[in-house]
Protein backbone atom coordinates (compact mmCIF):
# COMPACT_ATOMS: atom_id res chain seq x y z
CA UNK A 1 0.00 0.00 0.00
CA UNK A 2 1.22 3.42 -0.95
CA UNK A 3 2.35 6.43 2.00
CA UNK A 4 -0.74 8.64 0.98
CA UNK A 5 -2.62 5.52 2.16
CA UNK A 6 -1.07 5.25 5.19
CA UNK A 7 -0.97 8.91 6.08
CA UNK A 8 -4.95 9.10 5.44
CA UNK A 9 -5.70 6.24 7.77
CA UNK A 10 -3.24 7.95 10.50
CA UNK A 11 -4.48 11.40 9.88
CA UNK A 12 -8.20 9.78 10.91
CA UNK A 13 -6.45 8.41 13.78
CA UNK A 14 -4.63 10.85 15.44
CA UNK A 15 -7.34 13.09 16.69
CA UNK A 16 -8.02 12.26 20.41
CA UNK A 17 -11.91 11.30 19.80
CA UNK A 18 -12.43 7.82 18.62
CA UNK A 19 -13.00 7.73 14.81
CA UNK A 20 -15.52 5.01 15.25
CA UNK A 21 -16.21 4.94 18.87
CA UNK A 22 -15.06 3.22 21.44
CA UNK A 23 -18.04 0.14 21.33
CA UNK A 24 -17.92 -2.61 19.15
CA UNK A 25 -19.54 -3.24 15.80
CA UNK A 26 -23.58 -4.38 16.66
CA UNK A 27 -22.55 -7.25 14.24
CA UNK A 28 -19.88 -8.56 15.16
CA UNK A 29 -20.49 -8.34 18.92
CA UNK A 30 -24.11 -10.42 18.13
CA UNK A 31 -21.74 -12.60 16.31
CA UNK A 32 -19.10 -13.02 19.04
CA UNK A 33 -21.78 -14.10 21.47
CA UNK A 34 -22.87 -16.31 19.59
CA UNK A 35 -19.47 -18.41 19.76
CA UNK A 36 -16.83 -20.10 21.95
CA UNK A 37 -13.58 -18.17 22.65
CA UNK A 38 -10.36 -18.88 21.08
CA UNK A 39 -8.03 -16.75 19.34
CA UNK A 40 -9.53 -14.14 16.54
CA UNK A 41 -7.86 -12.33 14.02
CA UNK A 42 -8.85 -8.67 13.49
CA UNK A 43 -7.52 -7.36 9.84
CA UNK A 44 -7.62 -3.39 9.89
CA UNK A 45 -8.78 -3.12 12.80
CA UNK A 46 -7.76 0.60 13.27
CA UNK A 47 -8.64 1.95 16.82
CA UNK A 48 -8.94 -1.40 18.57
CA UNK A 49 -12.87 -1.29 19.67
CA UNK A 50 -13.74 -4.67 18.03
CA UNK A 51 -10.72 -6.50 19.31
CA UNK A 52 -10.73 -4.64 22.72
CA UNK A 53 -14.40 -5.51 22.95
CA UNK A 54 -13.43 -9.89 21.80
CA UNK A 55 -10.46 -9.73 24.74
CA UNK A 56 -12.73 -8.67 27.40
CA UNK A 57 -15.10 -11.90 26.20
CA UNK A 58 -12.04 -13.80 26.97
CA UNK A 59 -10.37 -14.04 23.46
CA UNK A 60 -6.72 -14.69 22.37
CA UNK A 61 -6.93 -11.12 20.43
CA UNK A 62 -4.83 -10.68 17.38
CA UNK A 63 -5.12 -7.35 15.37
CA UNK A 64 -2.83 -5.50 12.27
CA UNK A 65 -3.26 -2.24 10.56
CA UNK A 66 -0.96 -0.01 8.87
CA UNK A 67 -1.85 2.85 10.72
CA UNK A 68 1.07 3.55 13.78
CA UNK A 69 -1.51 6.17 15.18
CA UNK A 70 -4.10 3.39 15.36
CA UNK A 71 -2.27 1.29 16.89
CA UNK A 72 -1.53 3.71 19.57
CA UNK A 73 -5.04 4.56 20.49
CA UNK A 74 -5.95 0.55 19.86
CA UNK A 75 -3.69 0.10 22.95
CA UNK A 76 -4.34 2.61 24.97
CA UNK A 77 -8.09 1.32 24.93
CA UNK A 78 -6.97 -2.35 25.57
CA UNK A 79 -5.26 -0.70 29.02
CA UNK A 80 -8.44 1.33 29.69
CA UNK A 81 -10.65 -2.16 29.51
CA UNK A 82 -7.67 -3.73 31.25
CA UNK A 83 -7.34 -6.39 28.47
CA UNK A 84 -3.65 -7.25 26.03
CA UNK A 85 -4.03 -7.65 22.61
CA UNK A 86 -1.45 -8.53 20.44
CA UNK A 87 -1.39 -5.17 17.45
CA UNK A 88 0.91 -5.51 14.48
CA UNK A 89 1.71 -2.74 12.58
CA UNK A 90 2.30 -3.99 8.24
CA UNK A 91 0.85 -5.39 5.35
CA UNK A 92 -1.17 -8.95 5.56
CA UNK A 93 2.40 -10.68 3.96
CA UNK A 94 4.77 -9.18 6.37
CA UNK A 95 3.32 -10.58 9.17
CA UNK A 96 3.91 -13.96 10.09
CA UNK A 97 1.25 -15.08 11.00
CA UNK A 98 0.79 -19.11 11.36
CA UNK A 99 -0.90 -21.55 9.03
CA UNK A 100 -4.74 -22.41 10.95
CA UNK A 101 -3.45 -20.47 13.74
CA UNK A 102 -7.03 -18.94 14.36
CA UNK A 103 -10.67 -19.71 15.55
CA UNK A 104 -12.13 -16.65 13.69
CA UNK A 105 -11.27 -13.84 11.43
CA UNK A 106 -13.49 -10.61 11.96
CA UNK A 107 -13.44 -8.62 9.01
CA UNK A 108 -15.19 -5.20 9.93
CA UNK A 109 -15.42 -2.71 7.33
CA UNK A 110 -11.78 -4.12 6.42
CA UNK A 111 -11.86 -2.19 3.08
CA UNK A 112 -8.40 -2.82 1.69
CA UNK A 113 -7.24 -1.23 -1.65
CA UNK A 114 -9.55 -2.50 -4.62
CA UNK A 115 -6.31 -4.35 -6.13
CA UNK A 116 -5.93 -6.81 -3.01
CA UNK A 117 -8.77 -7.32 -1.55
CA UNK A 118 -9.40 -10.80 -2.96
CA UNK A 119 -6.16 -11.31 -2.43
CA UNK A 120 -6.12 -10.56 0.67
CA UNK A 121 -9.29 -12.83 1.80
CA UNK A 122 -7.73 -15.82 0.41
CA UNK A 123 -4.44 -15.24 1.97
CA UNK A 124 -6.64 -14.78 5.24
CA UNK A 125 -7.92 -18.02 5.12
CA UNK A 126 -4.83 -19.46 4.45
CA UNK A 127 -4.53 -18.49 8.94
CA UNK A 128 -7.99 -20.35 9.94
CA UNK A 129 -8.05 -23.57 10.95
CA UNK A 130 -10.57 -26.44 9.59
CA UNK A 131 -14.36 -25.36 10.88
CA UNK A 132 -13.04 -21.49 11.77
CA UNK A 133 -15.65 -18.96 11.58
CA UNK A 134 -15.37 -15.71 9.12
CA UNK A 135 -17.36 -13.03 10.28
CA UNK A 136 -17.73 -9.94 8.23
CA UNK A 137 -19.82 -6.71 7.55
CA UNK A 138 -18.50 -3.55 5.30
CA UNK A 139 -20.42 -1.59 2.47
CA UNK A 140 -21.94 -2.99 -0.36
CA UNK A 141 -22.00 -1.80 -3.83
CA UNK A 142 -25.00 -0.14 -3.46
CA UNK A 143 -23.77 2.34 -1.03
CA UNK A 144 -22.58 4.73 -3.30
CA UNK A 145 -26.33 5.93 -3.35
CA UNK A 146 -26.05 6.08 0.44
CA UNK A 147 -23.29 8.54 0.94
CA UNK A 148 -24.39 10.79 -2.17
CA UNK A 149 -28.12 11.15 -0.08
CA UNK A 150 -25.63 11.32 3.40
CA UNK A 151 -21.77 11.47 3.43
CA UNK A 152 -21.64 11.47 7.12
CA UNK A 153 -22.38 7.70 6.82
CA UNK A 154 -18.69 7.22 5.88
CA UNK A 155 -17.37 4.45 3.61
CA UNK A 156 -15.31 4.43 0.36
CA UNK A 157 -16.66 6.20 -2.38
CA UNK A 158 -14.39 3.89 -5.58
CA UNK A 159 -17.48 0.98 -6.16
CA UNK A 160 -14.05 -1.23 -7.38
CA UNK A 161 -13.65 -0.97 -3.28
CA UNK A 162 -17.03 -2.14 -2.37
CA UNK A 163 -18.41 -5.70 -2.14
CA UNK A 164 -21.18 -7.95 -3.34
CA UNK A 165 -22.44 -11.23 -2.50
CA UNK A 166 -20.98 -12.58 -5.32
CA UNK A 167 -17.24 -11.25 -4.68
CA UNK A 168 -18.00 -12.82 -0.90
CA UNK A 169 -19.29 -16.36 -2.20
CA UNK A 170 -15.82 -16.65 -4.58
CA UNK A 171 -13.55 -15.22 -1.79
CA UNK A 172 -14.59 -17.54 0.66
CA UNK A 173 -16.13 -20.61 -2.10
CA UNK A 174 -14.67 -23.30 1.01
CA UNK A 175 -17.05 -22.32 3.11
CA UNK A 176 -20.16 -23.43 4.21
CA UNK A 177 -22.09 -19.72 4.12
CA UNK A 178 -24.09 -19.39 7.85
CA UNK A 179 -25.64 -16.22 6.92
CA UNK A 180 -25.03 -13.96 3.85
CA UNK A 181 -27.20 -11.07 2.71
CA UNK A 182 -26.71 -7.65 1.59
CA UNK A 183 -28.84 -4.96 4.19
CA UNK A 184 -29.71 -1.56 4.94
CA UNK A 185 -29.12 -0.96 8.05
CA UNK A 186 -28.61 2.09 10.43
CA UNK A 187 -25.00 3.26 11.46
CA UNK A 188 -23.95 5.37 14.75
CA UNK A 189 -20.64 4.66 15.16
CA UNK A 190 -18.35 7.84 16.25
CA UNK A 191 -17.89 10.09 13.66
CA UNK A 192 -17.58 8.82 10.69
CA UNK A 193 -20.13 6.36 10.15
CA UNK A 194 -24.03 7.94 11.08
CA UNK A 195 -26.59 7.15 9.25
CA UNK A 196 -28.59 4.91 6.21
CA UNK A 197 -26.15 2.59 4.71
CA UNK A 198 -26.03 -0.97 2.56
CA UNK A 199 -23.77 -3.49 3.87
CA UNK A 200 -22.77 -7.51 3.11
CA UNK A 201 -22.79 -9.22 6.31
CA UNK A 202 -21.51 -12.61 5.89
CA UNK A 203 -20.91 -15.63 8.38
CA UNK A 204 -19.03 -18.32 6.68
CA UNK A 205 -17.33 -21.78 8.37
CA UNK A 206 -14.37 -23.38 6.72
CA UNK A 207 -15.07 -26.39 5.81
CA UNK A 208 -11.63 -27.89 3.84
Known amino acids: MNDSWVDRWNDRYSK ?15 QLEKLKTGSILFPAEGEGRNAV ?17 GKSKALRLAEKNNVGIDYQIGELQDLKYSLEQFDAIALIYA ?8 HYHKMLDLYLRKNGVIIFEAFSK ?13 GPKELAMLFSIEELKSDFANYEIVELEE ?5 SEGQFHNGTGSVIRFVGMKKS
Not at 20 to 30: S, T
Not at 111 to 118: G, L, M, Q
Not at 142 to 154: F, R, S, T
Open 111 to 118: HFPADIKS
Open 142 to 154: KHLDYIAKNEKVG
Open 53 to 69: FAAKLGWNVSAFDISSE
Open 183 to 187: KEIEL
Open 16 to 30: EEFAYGEQPNNYLKE
